[in-house]
């Protein structure tokens, strides 16, 4: 139904989408997650053509709407958008809110249009409302109102750009389950969404976006239970990351330190964390490790943390021949490292450049 | 890391603030190597030590022989938790006289 190819969407200083592809077929519910700034928005946008692309291709039932013949007014009947802020004329009541796009655009009757615009909102809950001013409802209820706006263009996709992200908590459940609703009903959806439960719920399919391309694009149990990538598993376990690279022997021990620390500090985590951290990078990286290294290396360490359950996690991944410093490692240092990790393994790094890499489990304090 | 140096006949009281790691040491090391000649009795107090790596264990490592090789005690004194975690980690509480 929809088939993205290579989209890029490139803004003077920022580039918000880098190369996106994926299929999308009919009744599917995608929701779309990821960490803010990272292109979710863009690429709805992108698919209704409210953002043209820099590059790429959008085929929506065969069509190319990124061909500059496209009859795009056509194209986009097939798609609502549901937005963050409403966008319900104020001057209008709800049900002439819901019946300007029929009326005007498809060419039905005030009549066909009202009494289609009173199913839906009987349908979203606000039948009674029909009269009121967007002013008149609360945030929940105009988000429903505008729900109901787009469904009455009878489009074949909807898109939702963050639904609830300008609503008081209290009024998030009202629009999620007007939106699950229609999930049950079979129509193709796109949720851009930080709501996490709801995604897993609602979705056939979950794509996470980072940096600017679709990261990882799974079921949500695949997504939420198994994620197959670092940063998928990083974002769903609301993990907290530091990562420093020394590749020079000129590294700046001090520096790296004090950003452990602030890191430490800033998420509240204790100080014997803090210096068990610290421990860890010092006996490993600087003395067990970079001693080794020739000219050209890298030696990459990341702190995760669970704020949660105050997991601590550190991995250590470097360049070079196999080494591996717990059996072969100056022996204070070993000893050390051991007794401030609840569990260490050494093993063959799977992400390039690196060979090498050491995990650890930090002991809680 | 600050060492403070305070001499009374042959009895010697380092104390060291700050932090004794890689970079710092060498400066214990120094010191160790140039001024334990002549002590008879060496106290090393870390109350404001906040941390401590195997390198500054190697160099405290090194003190505790050179004075065993006189003959004279050598104490730490006021190590905090953190400090006293890694002595115990390492086995350091069997070598050294901890109070």
Same mark, same amino acid.
């Given at each position: ?10 803004? %003077? ?11 999308i ?5 995608i ?8 292109? /979710? ?8 053509l ?31 958008m ?32 009202? $009494? ?16 009121a ?21 009878? %489009? ?6 963050? %639904?609830?992200s ?20 079979g ?29 990882? $694009?799974?079921? %949500? ?18 993990? /907290?990351?530091f990562e420093?690279v020394?590749?020079s ?27 068990r951290?610290?421990?860890?990078f ?7 490790l970079?001693?080794?290294m ?29 080494? $591996?410093?717990?059996?072969?490692g100056? $022996? ?5 490292v ?6 260490i ?21 | ?19 004794l790691?890689?970079?710092?040491a060498?400066q ?14 060496l ?8 941390y ?10 090194a003190?505790q ?21 890694v002595?115990?980690?390492t086995?350091?509480?069997d ?5």
């Amino acid at each position: 139904m929809i088939s993205i190819r290579h989209l890029r969407k490139e803004y %003077p200083n920022v580039t918000p989408l880098k190369d996106v592809s994926a299929e999308i077929g009919q009744g599917e519910v995608i929701s779309i997650i990821g960490p803010s700034g990272t292109g /979710k928005s863009t690429l709805l946008r992108c698919l209704n053509l409210l953002e043209t692309p820099t590059s790429g291709e959008i085929f929506i039932d065969g069509q190319a709407i990124t061909d500059p013949k496209c009859k795009v007014h056509l194209l986009r009947r097939k798609m609502g958008m549901v937005f963050q802020s409403f966008n319900l004329f104020n001057h209008m009541n709800i049900i002439e809110n819901i019946m300007t796009g029929p009326v005007s655009l498809l060419g039905h009757s005030r009549q066909d249009a009202c $009494d289609r615009g009173m199913e839906l909102l009987q349908m979203v809950g606000l039948r009674d409302k029909a009269l009121a001013f967007p002013d008149e409802l609360s945030g929940g209820q105009k988000q429903r109102a505008a729900i109901a706006r787009t469904l009455a263009m009878d %489009p074949e996709i909807v898109l939702f750009d963050e %639904p609830t992200s300008a609503l008081d908590p209290t009024m998030v459940g009202e629009v999620l389950s007007v939106i699950r609703n229609l999930a049950r009903q079979g129509l193709t959806m796109m949720i851009v969404t930080h709501e996490m439960k709801f995604a897993r719920d609602v979705s056939t399919r979950v794509f996470y976006m980072d940096q600017g391309e679709i990261y990882e $694009d799974g079921t %949500p149990e695949q997504i939420f239970d198994n994620p197959r990538r670092e940063r998928t598993r990083q974002f769903i376990q609301r993990l /907290k990351v530091f990562e420093t690279v020394i590749d020079s022997h000129g590294y700046d021990f001090i520096g790296i330190n004090s950003q452990i620390e602030q890191f430490g500090r800033k998420h509240e985590m204790g100080q014997k964390t803090i210096c068990r951290m610290q421990s860890i990078f010092e006996e490993l990286c600087i003395q067990a490790l970079l001693p080794r290294m020739e000219k050209e290396f890298q030696i990459h360490t990341m702190v995760e943390y669970n704020e949660e359950n105050n997991d601590t996690r550190i991995s250590i991944r470097y360049t070079g021949p196999a080494f $591996d410093p717990l059996a072969e490692g100056d $022996d204070l240092s070993i000893l050390l490292v051991k007794g401030l990790c609840e569990e260490i393994s050494y093993g063959k790094a799977h992400t390039q450049p690196f060979t090498n890499e050491l995990t650890m489990k930090l002991r809680l304090e | 890391m600050t060492i403070t140096k305070n001499k009374e006949g042959t009895r010697m009281t380092l104390a060291l603030e700050g932090r004794l790691d890689t970079t710092t040491a060498p400066q214990l090391e120094a010191e160790v190597k140039t001024s334990l000649y002549d002590v008879t009795e060496l106290v090393l107090d870390l109350e404001m030590l906040e941390y401590i790596s195997s390198a500054g264990l190697r160099v405290i490592l090194a003190a505790q022989k050179q004075m065993n090789k006189q003959n004279s005690p050598m104490v730490v004194m006021n190590a905090n938790e953190t400090v006293m975690e890694v002595f115990e980690l390492t086995g350091f509480t069997d070598i050294l006289t901890i109070q």
